[in-house]
């Protein structure tokens, strides 16, 4: 049981991490967009949007697991910067 706990503890502590990762780079982008002249942003945040509805439908079109939890995540990501 403590092994199990252990365990749980590992992988809670590694969720923490990669969503501060995350956050970092989202506050990362955030100051990049906010350099650019509005114009150039505006280009670079559809740029992105591309990259990721061509991601998600990669994803989607090899039955991959994780499509659905990548769609959240970019949603989640846009809802956030708006």
């Not at 749980?8 to 969720?15: I, K, P, Q, S």
């Not at 990762?21 to 559809?46: H, K, S, T, Y």
């Not at 994803?59 to 708006?82: C, I, M, P, W």
């Amino acid at each position: 049981m403590e092994d199990l706990e252990q365990r749980l503890d590992y992988l809670e502590e590694v969720n923490d991490k990669l969503h501060m990762q995350n956050r970092v780079l989202a506050a990362a982008l955030q100051g990049f967009l906010r350099a650019l002249p509005q114009d150039m942003a505006e280009d670079v945040v559809e740029s992105v949007q591309a990259a990721f509805e061509d991601e998600v439908a990669e994803l989607g079109y090899t039955n991959s697991v994780h499509a659905d939890s990548f769609q959240d995540a970019v949603d989640e990501f846009f809802r956030s910067k708006r």
